[in-house]
């Protein structure tokens, strides 16, 4: 086994390799950024390296740094995590070639497999079913549009080199082809140094499964059942879970043995993933198709984990350093059922767009167990309290994994979960996980790329938190602010004490963009009523831990969680959770909302204006592209009018909320 290992990532996976590193004894190298330089991974490790400058082709993508930094350091072997310089032949070459173990496949099997356009190519000799489509090497856009009118549209554009939804684009007629095809290269140029592409047929209605496969360099080559990962947002996962719900037994061997044969052809060692898209047959059973192979370790990968008992990260070291594997195909079972949800600093109700920030509060369920293969649940994760998401990166935050004895058990867990997951300081998709684990569909695995869409309506036009019970939280933490303050001087105190009568504070509120008032009402005789409109309570409420309240609330008793990061509170119900802006009307009172303005809706680089000054454009009509989190996000205008000013340039960076050009009204 080796002494010591440089992990060639961050966040949450460089913290779970260091974690399995730790426990075998083995010391572990980080490396980080400008931006990450009081990461959590940093601090996980023994050891760390700076390598560069924030955005990743100036550090995390420079593996010539990365290899100086393992020889400095004495280290063995490089483990590279996922993402980044994973799937990257030259680097693995140039590991091997500095005399350090590269913790994954050889290079020729990254070249075979790490390219989609190849790895189909070789299944299609194989005899593997393929997705109808164009693999091939020419990638001029006329003759890419000529295919995708062959092939039949809608078509899906994928990035060869690519993974993770980056470089990928459905595309519904051939109108929309060339702008697309554009777009799915610029993100896969900047996320994996390859803009090549392929074309191949929209399955309707699809299933994702795929194969967990292993192999060591002794000739030994398993799998380890599968994983659905069909709940997916902008072809990124959401959920993950094993086994695939309603595989059966003749199908789950049939792609177990095509994963096996797959690995073998290309001479693979190390963890790998055999990706399948999969229709739904009359019959309840499902063909599938070849999709991908994925030379490396799996976001995923700790529902593997889950049900099988093992450490995945252990049997890659053991399998890099040289040894046999484990365990062999008939020594493998498995065992109940694991969720996994990817809990995001992104905003579902704006179509995902990715947020940054400060993480101001970050409390997880009780009992949970931090990067441990060995109990769940389960979180990893990259950040902790107090620590700032970044622009510069993936948006992922961590990882809740739950394992229950059925699927029925672990949804169970998987709710109680997100519901004491307490994130607050930015937008989070934790509200919108829980609202799919409670949908229908995902309760009964009804199962397909399109959930999130066919749910729309639970999902996004879902009620909020009852106003009440908001103000119920707000009022409670105002108390526990005020009773903060006793013992300093009367004059200080904020509990409106009045010599006679009773004392009146009212709370200016915003949920879900409606604005409603609340009154505290103190009476004279000590009791407390709570107004909201034409309804009164008789309230009360006493703080615990971790901003927990009991509340009594009429003849209701709740139990809520309320937590204040500026002007905005956040208040956690068993049922639901909502984020309330408290207006202060002095400061709001000469304010005139600037309506129609062309904004960032979050950081990041402008890519592109597709409007000129003096030109004419219609409300809808898309204007500019901002890149943000290594993905595109297509702007368009909020109303018809002509365009006065371009006020950024292509290349700029632009705040949150900055204005991108000025659109005269019409």
């Known amino acids: 086994m080796f002494t010591k290992i440089l992990i060639a990532n961050r966040g949450e996976i460089a913290c779970r390799v260091a974690a399995t590193a730790r426990r075998l004894g083995v010391r572990t190298v980080a490396v980080y ?209 094993a086994p695939a719900p309603g595989l059966n037994e003749a199908r789950r061997a049939e792609m177990g043995a095509a994963a096996v044969a797959a690995a073998k052809a290309v001479g693979y060692v190390g963890a790998g993933t055999v990706e399948f898209v999969a229709e739904e047959l009359d019959d309840g059973d499902v063909r599938a198709y070849f999709m991908e192979m994925n030379t490396r370790l799996q976001v995923e990968h700790p529902v593997t984990e889950a049900i099988t008992g093992l450490d995945l990260v252990e049997w890659q070291l053991r399998v890099a350093a040289g040894q046999r594997l484990p365990l062999l195909q008939a020594q493998l079972t498995m065992r ?180 409603f008032i609340v009154m505290l009402n103190r009476l004279h005789d000590g009791a407390t009523v709570l107004e909201l409109g034409d309804q009164r309570w008789t309230f009360s409420a006493r703080a615990g831990d971790a901003g927990r309240h009991d509340v009594l609330l009429g003849d209701r008793r709740l139990t809520l969680a309320v937590y204040r990061d500026g002007d905005r509170i956040a208040v956690f119900a068993p049922q639901a959770s909502a984020v309330l802006t408290e207006i202060d009307r002095l400061a709001h009172a000469g304010d005139a909302a600037a309506e129609g303005r062309l904004t960032a809706p979050m950081p990041g680089k402008v890519v592109s204006f597709s409007v000129q000054v003096g030109q004419a454009v219609r409300r809808g009509q898309a204007v500019a592209v901002m890149e943000a989190m290594k993905m595109e996000h297509t702007l368009n205008a909020p109303h018809d009018g002509v365009v006065q000013e371009l006020l950024y340039t292509v290349g700029d960076q632009v705040a949150e909320g900055g204005e991108l050009l000025k659109l005269s009204r019409p």
């Open 336 to 515: 109940g059922h694991a969720l996994e949800a990817r809990i995001c600093a992104e905003n579902p109700d704006n179509g995902f767009l990715p947020a940054t920030g400060p993480l101001a509060v970050a409390r997880w369920p009780a009992h949970v167990r931090f990067e441990r293969s060995d109990d769940l649940p389960r979180i990893d994760r990259g950040f902790d309290e107090g620590d700032t998401i970044s622009p510069h990166y993936d948006s992922m935050i961590a990882k809740l994994i739950v394992w229950g004895e059925d699927r029925a058990q672990a949804l169970a867990r998987m709710d109680a979960a997100l519901r004491d997951t307490h994130l607050v300081g930015l937008q989070t998709n934790v509200a919108f996980l829980r609202r799919v684990v409670g949908t229908a569909a995902f309760r009964t695995a009804d199962l397909d790329t399109a959930l999130i869409e066919r749910e729309r309506a639970a999902l996004f036009e879902s009620a909020p938190l009852a106003h009440e019970v908001a103000a119920a939280g707000v009022a409670a933490l105002a108390q526990q602010e005020e009773q903060a303050l006793e013992g300093a001087d009367p004059w200080s105190r904020r509990d409106g004490w009045r010599l006679h009568g009773g004392a009146r504070r009212r709370f200016d509120l915003e949920l879900a963009g409606q604005k």
């Open 33 to 241: 950024s400008d931006a990450d330089a009081q990461a959590r991974h940093v601090a996980a490790c023994d050891e760390a390296v700076h390598i560069g400058a924030a955005p990743a082709r100036e550090s995390y993508l420079q593996w010539r740094r990365i290899l100086d930094a393992a020889l400095a350091a004495g280290a063995q072997a490089v483990h590279p995590g996922y993402g980044f310089l994973s799937e990257n032949e030259a680097f693995a070459q140039a590991c091997a070639d500095a005399g350090l173990v590269f913790i994954g496949p050889p290079p020729a099997a990254i070249a075979a497999m790490g390219s989609k356009s190849a790895a189909k190519s070789l299944m299609e000799k194989a005899g593997v079913p393929l997705v109808p489509g164009y693999h091939g090497q020419d990638n001029d856009p006329a003759l890419l549009a000529r295919e995708a009118e062959r092939i039949g549209y809608p078509v899906l554009i994928k990035a060869s080199a690519g993974g993770g939804g980056k470089g990928m684009r459905r595309v519904e007629k051939a109108a929309d082809f060339a702008e697309a095809l554009a777009s799915c290269q610029r993100e896969a140029k900047a996320s994996f140094g390859d803009d090549h592409v392929l074309v191949e047929r929209y399955v309707l209605r699809p299933r994702h499964i795929e194969i967990q496969v292993f192999a060591d360099s002794h000739g030994n080559c398993i799998h380890l059942f599968e994983r659905d990962c069909s709940v997916q947002r902008r072809h990124q996962k959401v959920f993950e879970e």
